[in-house]
């Protein structure tokens, strides 16, 4: 039997394990997250485990949730140690979720702590990572873990004074204007104050999203990043759209989607024009208890994997724009029910990809699954590796976890005789680095 959580986790083979030495160590480019830049930029502390592994973290509020934990102990006033004595006390329950695994490979990696997690050892485990962490500075975690860059996720009207080089990683912006698409008159003022002209009509929107793009430019920005339930449904006329944003404020569902199709299309050639890669996260459900969301407001463990994207609209987007229009594109669909198809996509249209494991599908078996069909369906050492999409600052462990499993993957294959070994580890080195470091011009 191994050991628990030790260096052979998830690797069953001697291939697996020489793949994963090569790129364990490998840099990390993060290229989406929800990371503060402020707290990179000031070098922030902790106040203790409870603040960086519960603050924030809507994964393991919803687990503890569906533990029966009552809310005042995970998005409530209890203190931060209740909170902590909480979650540990649920662990043993959480076989096979992916909250196990990154919970305990956390607690070696960073704090060396081995025995598992449980009510029992909560409040020796709490003490002991607390004193530690009065040593941790949020720069010095980003160091431990490699990481050499860090895209976070910002609205186009952000101040982005944070970004920049601190320490050993730079951090840049990341263009995402979801907010723009419901044409609200306080955002599209607030949009007009930070681009410093007036919006009055499409033209007028159009040049202040110039103008922000300029600006993120200049900040070091690469990505762009959309998060929508769907895909548009039909694409108008610039004449059209126009007279839609007239009268933006009455618009039927369907034209306030068409006018969006127009403006994600718009906006696809704008970044082709400075070479950012547009990702695209779709198939999501957001805010599904409208009581809970009352209460708790946004990204708190109540979004859900969406419908399955209907294969006509994807197709539909891409054939607006021309090879020589289309942006190096990533798709992230949180519904994996058709993912062959979604991957067999990226063939039809050149520059398109498909993401890393997307939220509900970052489990060790969903990025199996990814990592299979990405490769029977399009071609797997091409693929841009993995990312945190998270707001902790530990969360670094995940991509130890999808190396490990990517890992394994290839060990299986090359074992069996169906893929060469020296392929197999540059394979390994390009998916963990060399292919995000060259799609970013880093």
Not at 294 to 316: N, Q
Not at 396 to 420: M, S
Request: charged share 25%.
């Amino acid at each position: 039997m191994k050991s628990f959580y030790g260096e052979d986790v998830f690797l069953t083979t001697g291939t697996a394990r020489k793949l994963y030495a090569a790129v364990r160590n490998l840099p990390i480019i993060d290229y989406h997250c929800h990371l503060d830049p402020a707290k990179i930029k000031a070098d922030a502390g902790f106040s203790g485990i409870g603040e960086l592994w519960l603050s924030g973290d809507h994964y393991k509020w919803r687990a503890m949730r569906l533990c029966g934990v009552p809310e005042t102990y995970i998005t409530g006033d209890a203190d931060d140690r209740e909170k902590f004595l909480r979650y540990a006390g649920i662990m043993p329950r959480l076989v096979g979720n992916p909250l196990y695994a990154w919970t305990h490979l956390e607690l070696r990696q960073i704090f060396g702590i081995t025995e598992p997690l449980c009510a029992e050892t909560a409040e020796r485990i709490y003490d002991e990572a607390n004193e530690q962490l009065r040593h941790i500075t949020v720069q010095g975690l980003l160091s431990r873990f490699h990481v050499e860059f860090v895209a976070t996720t910002d609205d186009p009207t952000d101040d982005l004074h944070h970004h920049g080089k601190h320490g050993s990683v730079l951090v840049c912006p990341t263009f995402r204007p979801d907010k723009l698409f419901s044409f609200d008159r306080a955002y599209l003022d607030k949009l007009s104050a930070a681009a410093r002209m007036p919006i009055g009509t499409l033209d007028d929107l159009q040049n202040a999203l110039r103008a922000r793009l300029d600006y993120f430019a200049t900040c070091g920005c690469r990505t762009s990043d959309h998060g929508f339930e769907h895909f548009p449904k039909t694409y108008i006329s610039a004449a059209t759209a126009s007279a839609l944003f007239v009268r933006r404020d009455t618009l039927s569902p369907e034209e306030k989607d068409a006018l969006r199709g127009y403006l994600l299309v718009w906006l696809a050639r704008e970044y082709r024009a400075r070479d950012m890669l547009m990702q695209l996260h779709f198939a999501v459900k957001r805010n599904t208890n409208p009581a809970m969301f009352k209460v708790c407001g946004a990204d708190a463990g109540f979004d859900l994997p969406g419908d399955c994207e209907p294969m006509g609209d994807l197709i539909s987007f891409f054939s607006q724009l021309t090879d020589q229009e289309r942006p190096q594109t990533v798709l992230y669909p949180l519904s994996d029910a058709n993912l062959a198809a979604v991957t067999a996509l990226t063939g039809a249209f050149r520059g398109v990809r498909i993401g890393a494991p997307w939220w509900f599908n970052d489990t060790a078996l969903g990025i199996r699954r990814y990592l299979q069909t990405v490769a029977e369906y399009g071609v797997l050492g091409t693929h841009l590796g993995m990312l945190t999409d998270s707001r902790s600052f530990s969360s670094y462990v995940r991509f130890d976890f999808f190396r490990r499993i990517l890992c394994d993957y290839l060990g299986e294959l090359t074992e069996r005789g169906e893929f060469d070994p020296a392929a197999a580890l540059r394979c390994a080195e390009d998916i963990c680095y060399n292919n995000i470091k060259g799609a970013l011009h880093l």
